[in-house]
């Protein structure tokens, strides 16, 4: 049977791009390289928020916030179905300096975010060499997700729904004709569907291959070293000039992360790991007698300014694509999925959504 859709990559945004779907009643076959929901998706911290959201265009805190509006509802209804909780929580975002008071004051007064002065350094026994007398502040409403059970409950919801994930399945071509895909070709079968959606990450555009256009969409490696508390360290994810820490509910605690563009290299080097060590022992003495139980790294698929690509291709009538979502894909992932399913339903979009589809850069 020929699906409605087959979405190519099953990281989050292809599952949640699938689920969304399959609410709509239509069939859908996602076809994963590897495992579902084991690259970026499982690699990423889980921060609900950009960091600093004074730094990227409107373009990007206009999706992060409608998605971030669906966010309690969406994983309500997944942890009930799914019995797999995501760990979704609100614990506030703190950012030490330094920072530009300014421009967060600002931002935040636009957009009507809370926004509270603390005191810094975080805990008493900090070093005192290292003592900084600025004020830390802290966003409060900023939630994290467990991004690992994330992707599993996604998984089995998608396949509670009737979703066909079959993994082990590299889409290596696009069949063409008349300008629309009439297969994509695997190791051992091509597969057919009314409509193809694209989410396949930071090798989107290798997929793409000739139709890629002008797209932008690299592999930007990101590291990140884990902990282990007997209970929770902090409360509020930290955040100090790009690198943070996660606190997890059960005491892990992530430090991240590296920017490295480097091609689709997925090692890890010890220089990152002195970095994000070095800088995070500063912060948590507590950190000086432990050691990292594990290292990762992943590869966001990265976009000029962290502007997704989401819509239809500009020429292939049956293609759509969902991807380029950079350091930002587990905020976005909801509101991406809605703002595809919009269009390709023809449905009023709740706020302008072109500027995501303008990564095709026609004009070069
Ligand atoms: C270190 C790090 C920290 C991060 N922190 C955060 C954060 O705090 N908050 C946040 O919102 N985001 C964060 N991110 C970014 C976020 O993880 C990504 O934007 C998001 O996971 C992208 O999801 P995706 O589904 O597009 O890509 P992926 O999760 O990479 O999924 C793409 C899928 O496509 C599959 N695929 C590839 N090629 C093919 C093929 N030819 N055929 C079939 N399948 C294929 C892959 O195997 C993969 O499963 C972080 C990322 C990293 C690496």
């Known amino acids: 049977m020929v699906s409605d859709f087959?979405?190519?990559?099953?990281?989050?945004?292809g599952l949640s791009t699938a689920l969304r779907l399959l609410k709509?009643?239509?069939?859908?076959?996602?076809l994963e390289r590897h495992e579902a929901?084991?690259?970026?998706?499982?690699?990423?911290?889980?921060?609900l928020s950009p960091l600093c959201p004074w730094n990227y265009p409107d373009t990007v805190n206009r999706l992060v916030t409608f998605s971030m509006s669906l966010y309690p509802e969406w994983i309500a209804a997944l942890s009930t179905a799914t019995e797999i909780d995501p760990e979704y929580h609100v614990c506030g975002l703190l950012v030490l300096p330094p920072y530009d008071l300014d421009k967060a004051v600002s931002?935040?007064?636009?957009?009507?975010?809370?926004?509270?002065?603390?005191?810094f350094p975080l805990s008493p026994s900090h070093d005192h060499a290292q003592q900084q007398t600025d004020q830390a502040l802290l966003?409060?409403?900023?939630?994290?997700?467990r991004n690992p059970c994330l992707s599993q409950a996604l998984y089995k919801r998608v396949k509670q729904l009737g979703g066909n994930i079959i993994e082990h399945c590299e889409v290596q071509k696009l069949d063409t004709t008349r300008q629309e895909i009439r297969s994509v070709r695997t190791p051992h079968k091509t597969f057919s569907a009314n409509r193809y959606i694209l989410s396949a990450g930071a090798w989107s555009k290798q997929i793409l291959g000739e139709h890629a256009l002008n797209i932008e969409i690299k592999p930007i490696r990101g590291q990140i070293l884990l902990y282990k508390f007997p209970e929770r360290p902090l409360h509020s994810v930290v955040l100090q000039q790009g690198l943070y820490l996660i606190p997890r509910c059960d005491g892990h605690l992530l430090v991240g992360s590296t920017i490295e563009d480097i091609g689709f290299d997925k090692g890890i080097t010890p220089e990152a790991k002195d970095k994000l060590s070095g800088w995070?022992?500063?912060?948590?003495?507590?950190?000086?007698?432990?050691?990292?139980?594990k290292h990762w790294s992943g590869l966001r698929p990265g976009t000029p300014d962290n502007?997704?690509?989401?819509?239809?291709?500009?020429?292939?009538?049956?293609?759509?694509?969902?991807?380029g979502?950079?350091?930002?894909?587990?905020?976005?992932?909801?509101?991406?999925a809605e703002i595809l399913t919009n269009e390709i339903m023809k449905r009023a979009q709740p706020f302008d959504t072109t500027p995501y589809q303008q990564g095709w850069n026609l004009f070069g």
């Open 6 to 13: 087959i979405v190519i990559g099953a990281g989050i945004v």
């Open 24 to 30: 709509e009643g239509a069939s859908v076959t996602l």
């Open 37 to 47: 929901g084991r690259e970026a998706s499982w690699a990423g911290g889980g921060i």
């Open 107 to 119: 931002w935040c007064t636009a957009h009507a975010a809370p926004l509270i002065y603390q005191p």
């Open 139 to 145: 966003l409060p409403d900023i939630a994290q997700v």
């Open 280 to 293: 995070a022992k500063q912060l948590l003495p507590e950190l000086r007698g432990m050691s990292p139980l």
């Open 307 to 323: 502007i997704p690509v989401i819509g239809a291709h500009p020429f292939l009538k049956n293609l759509y694509i969902n991807s």
């Open 325 to 336: 979502h950079f350091r930002y894909g587990v905020t976005m992932a909801p509101g991406s």
